[in-house]
């Protein structure tokens, strides 16, 4: 049996890295119908497996399947992590403390509406999340004609304006919920809401919203924090990932959310995460992060990991850049958080500890600072490989056996930095994530324009 | 397009493009600007020179923001850019090479020119994840306009190169071609010959004069190569210990007293 397994595990490690490599080849393809198809193959793939039995097993079993969300929740997180540690440069450790809020926060709105049939939470988040981000992105333009506003000033006035935009959201929600509360009806006679469908959108509202409210508090975290010099950032979020931890543990007591049961952990959360939704929100993050990186945005967000005093002086607002890869890092973080809520159905303040927190910052160093493709694999061969494999394996000399993964881990990565410094994957990225090449161009046609510049000689090498 | 030598645009009248008026600088103790006043108008290509430590780079860093004046007031194109950000300074118009060059040496030659863009990229976070029409049209004309500056500077053949991985000529052109991509109106060059051999020298003259004229620039240029200075710069202005000790003409300078005793020595004036 041993053996069997170690095959099986080796051979789905090297599936899923050649699914992987399949779906962003397809994705990089010219004609969109070809990418489309592909993608729905991609989809469909995995979805068959599931369902596929080879003998009384299937291709992926639950364990297996398990993973793979697990996986890509992951990506996800260590994504928005790469961005802002290996794109710009930012050491942070709260990355985790964004996907825990985004978990919580997408697991409270569904926890209301599922068991306590309300929309309060829902609208509360909804009306909240739009009104601050009105709200920030209305005072950032507004703020933006008056330079010399010192930070500290600029960040009270998003503080009170966020404030704002939460009290009116909690009135404001509240009152639509008692409205529209009824429709979801009596147990005898269920309303429009206790529908599936109704459901299923109100998870998607609240995993996206999940995002935006990380999001949202990162903007307001990073404002002070990275504007008044970086050195200090790393720390300062960690402190963040800690108080957010401490809030988990004393959610029922000091907060008022008795739903979330404090460190005895919140149960009851409708497992609503499926593939499909997994797989959609992967494909999100990744295009996002994508289209982010290959841009303009993305060079000024790489210009500032390069040389901040270079980056300043090509007109690059190294404050604001900063800012802005850890304000989208976190959004990722917080879709993740959502996904993973509601595939595990069980949310404890242990999951996000600061010691978990580490796992994002292996993921992103193991496939190589700055590199989406490495960032995807190393997420995939995390799971499969180290809680997958290592773990059953060590299962098999005792109970206690996989605490040794701990022990491995560390080694691993110390084995990683002396051999290969600069991740698995180094800089590769494959097919959709890589850079668009630009060719030459041709030599410009012989005008006047062309004269100096042929009388510059080259100078020698 | 072509710029007489001094004043011959439309927009230089009499206004100075740069006026610096009793500008100080302290770090602790040390005096390293102490009541500089230098006033530049458009189209002229000025030098600054003075001996190690005299405080040339930090008049640089003064004007460009990187530190702020601890007391005076620089003016560019007639308003105070005193206590401004470096970004927003750049994005008036002045661009500036580094002492010891400072590219993004990881990224391509390409990227590097191209990040100058990012301020008149003309599309913002929004275009760049929609990838809408508007994204293409821009990142395909900056890409080209990148591409024509790395062309002039022949730089084109080497554009997916890190610029980490070219040669010290090379990486001065890069770092050029870079501040103008930001498409200033006054260019501060800091030592741009230094390192360079006497062929890359003359290279150097050259490429300076041109860009002058091709880009309608006013140039302010720290140098320590006695040839560079005295070829090619109008005004020369001579600091020592972070005071102005003379300014004039480059004929005027070589003759002057005070500038001949600062680059020999104190005690030894008379001798030479
Ligand atoms: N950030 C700083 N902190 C403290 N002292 C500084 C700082 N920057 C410059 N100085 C000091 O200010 C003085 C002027 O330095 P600066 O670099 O401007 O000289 P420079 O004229 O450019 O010299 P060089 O020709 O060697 O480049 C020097 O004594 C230097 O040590
Ligand atoms: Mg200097």
Redesign the interface.
Known sequence: MELGFLLGSVVKIVAVLGWLYGLLQVMAHASRWVKIAGIVIAFGIIQIAFSLRIGNQAILNDFDAGLLFQACTMAMVALGLNLIYGFNGQFSLGQWGFYGLGAYAAAYVTYKWFNDRTSSALFVLLIGVVLAGLVILGLRRFLGRY??LPVLSAFTLYLIGSAAAAAVAVFAGNGIASIVDPLFGTKEAPGLLSSDVALQVVFLLAVICAGIFAAEVSFLFGLPVLSLGSDYFGIATLGFSIVINTLMVNSDTILPFPEMKGGRGMIGIPKLTTWFWVFAFLLLVIV?MR??IH??????I??VR??E??????????AGNKL?AFVIGSLFAGLGGGIYAHYIGFLSPGTFSFLAGFNPLIVVVFGGLGSMTGTLAASFGWMFFLEGLLRVLLGQLGTEAPTWRFVLYPIALLLLMLLRPQGLLGKTEWGFLRAP??K??P??NPTSDAR??A??????? | MANPIGNGTATSTDRPILDIQKLNKFFGGLRAVNDFNLTIKPGELVGLIGPNGAGKTTVFNLITGIYAPSSGDIHFLGQSIAGLEPFEITQRGIARTFQNIRLFPNLTVLDNVRIAYHFHAGYGLFDAILRNPRFYAQEKELTERAQDFLAIFKLDRVQNELAVNLPYGEQRRVEIARALASNPRLLLLDEPAAGMNPNEILNLMELIRFIRERFNLTILLIEHQMRVVMGICEWITVMDFGEVIARGTPKEIQNNERVIEAYLGRGTAHVA
């Open positions: 330079y010399n996002i289209n982010v841009s303009s945005v993305g060079r000024a790489l210009s390069e040389d005093t270079a980056a300043k002086a090509m007109g690059i607002d190294v802005l090449q630009v030459p161009r030599p410009a100096p510049a009388s510059i000689a080259p100078a020698a090498r």
